[in-house]
Each structure stands twice: as structure tokens, then as C-alpha cells.
């Protein structure tokens, strides 16, 4: 049974709700970029060391003091030597946010390790893999905690939809990661060097590279130094770079990371909510900051419950109770929708109009100020929908999705040229991908076409 003492206690209260319930879609959740985008750039000659292996089982009770103790094969050479260095030069600033957030979610990592019989020092994988971070979206578009990529992710068990996205869900995302690991520990006979660098290049490489250069399956972690100038640069690295990790990780002081103020340990309730509800009308019926209640729902990437169905929205501790109360009093007219209607041959914005119930001005107004007489056949309307009719026509064919592109920055590009080009804002780019001011080139960045 799932322990949960240490995140809160779980307050569950369903809610039923009549009446019509408005789609408040908005864009993208908001990304920071995936620690793998910053150490690729980064460069080490392959070399072969020598594994010191040692290992200990024993688990410490306190996470956030020095711990001595390892529960992987530990092994110190040139290569995780110079990623102590990278961690604790160039990239400090990054780190030391990594480790401040080890408080939030690293004994709910460690506990679900614990539960498994697994390693807790493969807490230090998802540390490199997104910085704890569940918004960490990378160029692969891997995303969350633990980088999966969509089709990973939906093997184990994890929604990706227009709404829900629970690779950047910690629990959801933690328990998938957890049974791909646990198979890729299985698949190479218990080395968990190697199951870590399958879970970075595929499982299936990594088989490849053992067999034909060493003719094995697995089942020793002295076996990564002895195929890792085979295997892709991002994976040879990777071990080296978890071990990095753990050992600044496991004593900050040592390294220069004094004064470590962590974050607060996960915790909230739950309250069952209808679909189609934003988080910012969840957090006004408990009587919270809606930041708080959007920071404990990443997966929810459009900031509403899935229509069609009820979901579980975390909330902060003691807030679910008054959460359930207010929500049928919230007034219709509170839940403005925001519905996307594709123009068809034939039609003109006064149809648009009458069709969801919503003047033509409206209508303008949400497109920049849109000409009616250049309504272009395939365009993309935004459409302001207030109300049980715009709900109803939300649901047909007409109203679709936003749909989104990738724009690669060139050497020269700057934010202000971007949104010109795309007929965006800054503020639109910046929101979407999570970025403050700087961009640099080869970067991806997500439009809304």
C-alpha cells in the first residue's frame, strides 16, 4: 500500500456538480529546459577506468543531512571527476536549484525506491535527467521529472493527451520510471549502470553494443566502462554524470554548497472536480493562490480538468473540504472559455458569431483586431465563449485544438523578431516555453500556429 504520511495527508471529496461547464483551454504548460540541453554541449575524451566498486544497503533516515552511504556500485574516476567539476563550476547556480528542490521530492522518490527494494541513489537520475523539475521539457521532447518521451511514457501506463500530460505528473511519472528501470535492471541481469544507460539511449542499443562487442548480456557494472566509447556521447556521459550527482548530492559542504535552503517536502489534498473546470476556479473556491494549485498539477497542461470526465485536482493541505463547498457556488459568468474554431468555405465571422452566441467584435478582439474581410478558408479563430451554447458547439467538430509548431533560433534571431514574424507576442513566446529573455541558436521553441 502507498505510504503517504509524508506528503500530507489525502483528503478525498467528491464532488457532484450540475449544470454546464465551460472549456478554459490555454496553451502549452509552461517548460524549463531539460539539464540535457545544458551538459550536451559539454565535452570529456572517452577514456576506460578502472571501477572502484564499492556498495552499501543501508539507508539513511534523514535526507536532507550528509550521507555517506551508497546503494550503487560507487565509482570514482577522471570522468565522474570532471563532472563534479562541471556541476560545481560552470553549472553552480543549476545545481544548487537542484538540490534545493531534493527537498521537495526527494523523499517521495526514495520512499517508492524503498517499496520496490530498489536503490535510492537512483534518486540522482532523475536529478540529471530534469533537475527535479516537472516542467523540464527537452529537445527530444522528452518532458517531467523523469523524461519520457510520448511513447515511453504511454508503454507504462501514463496518459499524453490534449489535456493531461502525466510524464510532468511527480507520482504518476516516479511509478512509470520506476517499473522501466525495474525492467531494464532485469533485461541486463542486474547492472544498474547499465539500465540507466538504456534508459537514456534505448534499451535496445545498449543490448546491441553488448553483444557484439563483448558477446554478454549484461549482469556487471564494470561492463558500461568497457562499452562506453560505443555507445552515443549523451550516454557515455550519463552514468558518469549520475555518480557526479549523488556525490555533491550526498554532501553538499564538501563541494562548496553551504547554506542549502531546501523546499518544502511535497504535500497537498485532493479534491474530485468535474471536467472541464480551470485550476484558477479550483483555486478560488479554496481560497488559495492559483499558482499554488497550478505547482501541484503540471500534468494538467491546458490549466482545466479533462472535459468529459471528473479528475482528482490536488490542492493545498486542509483545503479540499472548502475546495468541494464553493465549487458549485462559483458563478457560470466567472468560467470564460476560450474555444478554437477552424473557418470553413462559405462562412464569415458574423456565422462564427451566431454560432457559439458571442458578438463580432468579440471575436475581433481575441484575434488582434481581425478584418472580417480577410477570413481565410482553414483559418484558426480564437473564440471567447461564455456560456452553456458555447460549451455545447465546443464539443463538435467545428471547435479544435490548438495546434502547435517548432521554430529552431538562428544565429542573429532575437524573441522580438520571432513573435513579428509568427504574429505572436513575446509574452506569448516566453509563456509557452517556460524562457526568460535569452535564446541562443539551435534552440526549439513551440509556436502556436
Do not use: C
Request: hydrophobic share 40%.
Amino acid at each position: 500500500m502507498e505510504r503517504r504520511p509524508r506528503f500530507g495527508a489525502l483528503a478525498v471529496v467528491v464532488l457532484a456538480m450540475g449544470g454546464a461547464t465551460a472549456y478554459a483551454v490555454r496553451g502549452p504548460a509552461e517548460t524549463e529546459p531539460a539539464p540535457v540541453d545544458v551538459w550536451l554541449a559539454e565535452s570529456y575524451e572517452s577514456v576506460v577506468p578502472e571501477a572502484d566498486a564499492t556498495s552499501s544497503a543501508a539507508f539513511a533516515a534523514a535526507p536532507l543531512r550528509a550521507r555517506t552511504d551508497w546503494d550503487l556500485t560507487r565509482t570514482t574516476n577522471d570522468r565522474v571527476e570532471y563532472w563534479i567539476d562541471f556541476l560545481k563550476g560552470r553549472n553552480y547556480e543549476k545545481t544548487r536549484l537542484w538540490l534545493e528542490r531534493e527537498g521537495k521530492y526527494g523523499e517521495f522518490i526514495r520512499s517508492k525506491l524503498r517499496e520496490r527494494g530498489m536503490p535510492e541513489d537512483l534518486l540522482y537520475l532523475t536529478m540529471i535527467e530534469s533537475g527535479l523539475s516537472p516542467k523540464a521539457y527537452s529537445r527530444a521532447h522528452a518532458a517531467g521529472l523523469w523524461q519520457f518521451i510520448s511513447e515511453t511514457g504511454r508503454r507504462y501506463g501514463l496518459e499524453v493527451s490534449t489535456y493531461v500530460d502525466e510524464r510532468r505528473d511527480p507520482l504518476a511519472a516516479t511509478d512509470a520510471a520506476l517499473s522501466y528501470l525495474s525492467d531494464l535492471h532485469e533485461m541486463f541481469e542486474g547492472s544498474w549502470y547499465l539500465a540507466a544507460a538504456g534508459y537514456n539511449s534505448g534499451e535496445n542499443r545498449v543490448a546491441r553494443i553488448l553483444r557484439q562487442r563483448l558477446g554478454s548480456r549484461g549482469g556487471n557494472d564494470g561492463l558500461f566502462w568497457m562499452i562506453d566509447e560505443h555507445l552515443p556521447r549523451e550516454t557515455r556521459d550519463y552514468v558518469p554524470l549520475m555518480l557526479a550527482a549523488a556525490f555533491i548530492a550526498k554532501d553538499p559542504g564538501a563541494y562548496g554548497f553551504h547554506g542549502i535552503e531546501y523546499q518544502e517536502p511535497l504535500s497537498f489534498d485532493e479534491v474530485e472536480v468535474p471536467g472541464g473546470i480551470s485550476l484558477e476556479t479550483v483555486a478560488r473556491a479554496a481560497s488559495v493562490e492559483a499558482d499554488a494549485v497550478e505547482d501541484l498539477n503540471p500534468h494538467l497542461v491546458r490549466g482545466i480538468t479533462p472535459p468529459g470526465r471528473s479528475w482528482k485536482v490536488r490542492v493545498p493541505p486542509g483545503a479540499a473540504t472548502l475546495a468541494a463547498a464553493n465549487l458549485e457556488k462559483v458563478a457560470e459568468e466567472e468560467r470564460l472559455a476560450t474555444v478554437y474554431h477552424r473557418v470553413r468555405s462559405g462562412e464569415t465571422l458574423t456565422h462564427v458569431a451566431r454560432r457559439y452566441g458571442v458578438g463580432v467584435e468579440e471575436i475581433r478582439a481575441a484575434n488582434g483586431g481581425l478584418n472580417p474581410r480577410r477570413l481565410q478558408v482553414g483559418q484558426r479563430l480564437r473564440v471567447p465563449a461564455l456560456g452553456s451554447r458555447a460549451v455545447r458547439v465546443a464539443s463538435t467538430s467545428a471547435a479544435e485544438e490548438p495546434s502547435w509548431t517548432t521554430y529552431r533560433v538562428r544565429r542573429g534571431d532575437t524573441l522580438w523578431g520571432i513573435a513579428r514574424r509568427h504574429g505572436v507576442s513575446v509574452t506569448q513566446i516566453r509563456r509557452w516555453n517556460g524562457i526568460g529573455s535569452r535564446i541562443y541558436p539551435g534552440q526549439s521553441i513551440r509556436l502556436e500556429s
